[in-house]
């Protein structure tokens, strides 16, 4: 089992940055897919971005392709989220979460991760 713990959120005017960091749990981590997801009041919890377990492999929504970067230090067991020229559309609770064992490393379903912290606030003023 692992578990999750997201930080680094906040408030930031557009065109800013934030850098969410999730760590985790567990010494099997650096054997984890991982992705990250967000959610804003009345939507659908939708996907951000993933990294592969060696960490050299990433896959990124289109609306924050160049903008958002995923990475990770397996020594620390943390993934991290570099968010920048942020928009007040990316406001959201953003999720770290694993992939579930047999699905696609690169899932954009929320329903092929299996654990996930309790999320992070970001809200983008304009």
């Known amino acids: 089992q692992v578990q999750l713990v997201e930080s680094g959120g906040g408030l930031v005017q557009a065109g800013g940055s934030l850098r969410l960091a999730c760590a985790a749990s567990?010494?099997?981590?650096?054997?984890?897919?991982m992705g990250w997801f967000r959610q804003a009041p009345g939507w659908e919890r939708d996907f951000v971005a993933a990294i592969y377990w060696t960490g050299r492999v990433t896959y990124y929504a289109d609306s924050v392709k160049g903008r958002f970067t995923i990475s990770r230090d397996n020594a620390e067991n943390t993934v991290y989220l570099q968010m920048n020229s942020l928009k007040p559309e990316d406001t959201a609770v953003y999720y770290c979460?694993?992939?579930?064992?047999?699905?696609?490393?690169?899932?954009?379903?929320?329903?092929?991760?299996?654990?996930w912290g309790q999320g992070t606030q970001v809200t983008v003023s304009s």
């Open positions: 979460a694993t992939v579930r064992a047999g699905s696609r490393w690169n899932s954009v379903s929320r329903y092929d991760y299996d654990y």
């Open positions: 567990g010494r099997t981590f650096s054997s984890y897919n």
